[in-house]
């Protein structure tokens, strides 16, 4: 409840059970690699894996129609534009020192390596870098209209299916 908010739907969630079941061991298994000696003891975790409408609304009103901050934080205006949505993507920080790690982005791009390791993609190669996010390999860069038109017919089992996290 750190995010002082009593509303469920606004607090993060990072309860593995919310994502896509390979996606979700893939992430498991490159936290541990990130935690251990032979990872570099990364002190890395999970801040946030799926997310609601909810939460995804107050975000995107971030740095548009909220400032502070001056500078927008997610381009995706529903959670339906972010594999967050979905349960495919990840968002991970370190432990103690969150988005300011120590080493900087150097500490970003060594979680990188192992996360590419266990078959997910880095939001740090975008063209607009998101260090901190993690998707699925097998998704897109961002949902298309297939995946909305997927999610509203058969629900996110049909996604995971149709990229094969299930
Ligand atoms: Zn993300």
């Given at each position: 409840m750190s995010s002082g908010s009593s509303n469920p739907k606004l607090v993060v969630d990072r309860d593995?059970?919310?994502?896509a079941p390979k996606f979700a061991a893939a992430v498991a298994a490159a936290i541990t690699e990130c935690n251990s000696a032979a990872g570099?003891?990364?002190?890395?975790?999970?801040?946030?894996?799926y997310r609601s409408q909810e939460l995804q609304a107050l975000y995107y009103a971030?740095?548009?129609?909220?400032?502070?901050?001056?500078?927008?934080?997610?381009?995706?205006?529903?959670?339906?534009?972010?594999w967050h949505g979905y349960g495919l993507a990840v968002d991970v920080v370190h432990a103690?020192?969150?988005?300011?790690?120590?080493?900087g982005e150097a500490w970003f791009a060594r979680v990188a390596a192992i996360f590419k390791a266990h078959g997910c993609k880095w939001g740090?190669?975008?063209?607009?870098?998101?260090?901190?996010h993690f998707q699925w390999?097998?998704?897109?860069a961002s949902p298309s209209d297939a995946a909305r038109l997927l999610l509203a017919n058969g629900g996110v089992a049909a996604v995971w299916k149709a990229v094969g996290a299930d």
């Open positions: 593995p059970g919310h994502l570099g003891n990364l002190n890395a975790m999970v801040y946030e894996g971030r740095g548009r129609t909220v400032i502070p901050p001056k500078g927008t934080v997610t381009n995706a205006p529903t959670n339906q534009y972010s103690q020192k969150f988005w300011e790690p120590p080493g740090g190669d975008w063209t607009k870098p998101d260090t901190p390999g097998r998704c897109m």
